[in-house]
């Protein structure tokens, strides 16, 4: 059996790929048993999304949709969609992470005026933010959660605020790389408070511990399935499940209209200045994750790219392991020497352990969608 995946650019080194018998990875498979009939459904799933568009703007509040941006190329796509081919009133909101590159400020700029779209940038202070980096980085070796966490707090605070019923991302698992816990962590709540319990940060950080409103929580969960695809109350979409998305397109859409500008050509997450020093943290931990293999690897498995030619992009940038040129501002702006630096990427699965199983309430929603709500709906359709 081999120990690479002969479709896509995966192997069994990676955490969370398994080569099966027949030479393909997981990760292609499970790609190919939610979307693989992709093609046949293109139709289908814009009518869908047409829908749920109508019901928000049936409901004639401030705002039919919230579009949570950070400025780099995927939500900035999604505003432009949201606002000039779909025609809604938009509210856009912006989490500072405190790492934010003048491109992606420029770039929101650009975007919220062009478009003649509402905007809301949310942050908290720059000290708090900076201990919070260290403090997540020294126990669990990633710092990105404390980021995940506020994108999801400003989301949340906005969409509630404003009272928006819907939602819109720009990440999807259709065109997502490959994630797996052991690389790689969001920022649910309890991961949040298991990391800081005790600590004197877990009150100056209560900002980031917002819940969300118990109302829209519950309809995330309940009142919003993906087989009717009908905004009762709110919801959540990723709009790459709707719409095709095609990164040239992408790319030119936004960059003629908007006059969006990359920091570098080849350049994916411009919008974040530390972008660079977490994919290195990555590699040291799994050699395996040389620069940019997962995220060629995905346009191969989603049919975007051939094989070769992203075997021949990764190759260009080598798997040799170089040390980022802000490492030195990225110590300082953390407050952590070189020793404490090595110490910690000695062990890459040290946040494992604060992680928390899903809670009672997030079960005892699915259960009751699954016992109760999905055949009510379904006998009504
Ligand atoms: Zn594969």
Redesign the pocket.
């Known amino acids: 059996m081999s120990t690479e ?6 192997n069994d080194k990676i955490p969370g ?1 398994q080569i099966g018998p027949d030479d ?6 499970q790609h190919d048993e939610r979307w693989g009939d992709w093609e046949q459904r293109k139709v289908e799933r814009v009518s869908a999304l047409e829908r749920m568009f109508d019901d928000c703007r049936r409901k004639r509040r401030a705002y039919d949709v919230l579009v949570p941006l950070s400025g780099g190329k995927d939500s900035t796509y999604v505003l432009y969609l949201c606002r000039k081919r779909f025609n809604l009133r938009c509210l856009a909101v912006t989490w500072d992470n405190g790492f934010l590159t003048d491109h992606a400020r420029d770039n929101i700029k650009n975007a919220v005026d062009t478009l003649g779209v509402d905007h809301i940038y949310y942050g908290v202070n720059r000290q708090l933010l900076m201990r919070l980096y260290r403090f997540f980085f020294l126990r669990t070796g990633m710092f990105c959660p404390v980021c995940m966490r506020g994108i999801g707090v400003a989301t949340e605070m906005a969409a509630s605020a404003f009272n928006v019923p819907l939602v819109v991302n720009g990440t999807s698992e259709r065109t997502e790389e490959h994630v797996a816990p052991e690389f790689f962590q969001t920022g649910p709540l309890d991961f949040f408070k298991n990391i800081l319990k005790g600590d004197p940060l877990e009150i100056e950080a209560s900002a980031l511990m917002y819940r969300g409103d118990w109302k829209r929580v519950v309809s995330y969960h309940l009142f919003w399935w993906t087989k009717i695809e009908r905004v009762f109350s709110s919801a959540v979409i990723c709009l790459p499940d709707y719409v095709h998305w095609d990164y040239d397109e992408v790319f030119r859409r936004i960059t003629t209209d908007l006059g969006w500008k990359a920091h570098r050509a080849d350049a994916e997450h411009t919008d974040c200045e530390v972008e660079n020093i977490v994919q290195y943290m990555r590699q040291r931990k799994f050699p395996a994750l040389t620069p940019e293999l997962l995220r060629f ?1 995905k346009l ?2 989603a049919g975007l790219m051939d094989r070769d030619e992203a075997l021949a992009k990764v190759s260009e940038r080598g798997d040799a392991i170089r040390e980022p040129g802000n490492m030195d501002w990225f110590l300082g702006a953390l407050g952590l020497s070189e020793a404490e630096f090595e110490e910690v990427l000695r062990d890459p699965l040290r946040h494992m352990k604060y992680r928390s199983e899903p809670g009672w309430l997030w079960r005892a929603c699915r259960a009751a969608k699954r016992a109760i709500v999905n055949p009510l709906l379904r006998a009504r359709n």
């Open positions: 995946c002969i479709r896509c650019l995966l790929v393909i990875c997981s990760v292609c498979k690897s191969v498995t």
